[in-house]
């Protein structure tokens, strides 16, 4: 593992099924986010976490939500998926989280599309 | 009003041209700045930072402006392989901590 890596690439979903993206990254950065990109709407982050045990609610979090478990692993579970839960999402990390900047790297995405 | 706007595109030049791209924000409290690049169903990638005083990476160079509130990205001799989406991002410190603003991206292709 190089990075970040996401699974599975891709997926078509029933309305209404449960859904976990992974997410895994091996460069021991403390802080991992959640976006999703929509066509005209730009990245918006679902959920962070700046270290192992914590998780913070982004700008869109309802329908999603995460746990941090370790500090490689941040997976984003839809308890039940809707047609508007259609994205490409993108999970990402940074070194440190909280007020202190840092590049955040992002892992290639997975495209949900939710039937 | 969105809080980060850019021009969506797409800007078509030739090989060798030079390209600007404008971004302007609404939050007058941001405090950093920066440029991604993102390639066609690929993730974003860091370009570059936006410092005060305006820098320049090779063909690239950024500008800010705080008074104004906008950004640029300046790209000189533009290459087949600039061809891409531009985004802007704008960092301001909330409750939780930071928060990155996208923009939605400016998409450029480069020409022969």
């Known amino acids: 593992i190089a990075g970040i890596t996401q699974a599975p690439t891709s997926q078509i979903l029933a309305a209404g099924r449960r859904m976990t993206l992974r997410c895994t990254q091996d460069?021991?950065?403390?802080?991992m986010y959640w976006y999703r990109q929509d066509l005209g709407l730009g990245l918006r982050l679902i959920h962070y976490?700046?270290?192992?045990?914590?998780?913070g609610k982004g700008e869109v979090p309802d329908g999603y939500s995460v746990s941090r478990a370790n500090t490689d692993d941040f997976p984003l579970t839809l308890a039940s998926a809707v047609p508007s839960q259609t994205s490409v999402y993108f999970c990402?990390?940074?070194?440190?989280?909280?007020?202190?900047?840092?590049?955040?790297?992002f892992g290639p995405g997975t495209r949900l599309t939710v039937l | 009003r969105k809080e980060v706007e850019q021009d969506p595109g797409p800007f078509n030049v030739p090989e060798g041209a030079t390209v600007a791209f404008n971004c302007t924000y609404s939050?007058?409290?941001?405090?950093?700045f920066f440029w991604y690049r993102q390639d066609c169903r690929k993730e974003p990638k860091l370009l570059m930072s936006?410092?005060?005083s305006g820098n320049e990476d090779g063909r690239f160079t950024a500008q800010l402006n705080r008074a104004s509130q906008y950004i640029s990205l300046l790209i000189r001799d533009s290459k087949l392989s600039d061809s891409a989406t531009y985004l802007c991002?704008?960092?301001?410190?909330?409750?939780?901590?930071?928060?990155?603003?996208f923009g939605t991206g400016t998409q450029l292709k480069v020409e022969l």
């Open positions: 990402a990390s940074s070194r440190q989280g909280g007020i202190t900047y840092n590049e955040q790297f």
């Open positions: 460069m021991r950065h403390n802080a």
């Open positions: 976490s700046n270290t192992a045990g914590t998780t």
């Open positions: 939050n007058s409290a941001s405090q950093s």
């Open positions: 936006v410092y005060s």
């Open positions: 991002v704008v960092k301001s410190v909330t409750g939780g901590g930071n928060k990155l603003t």
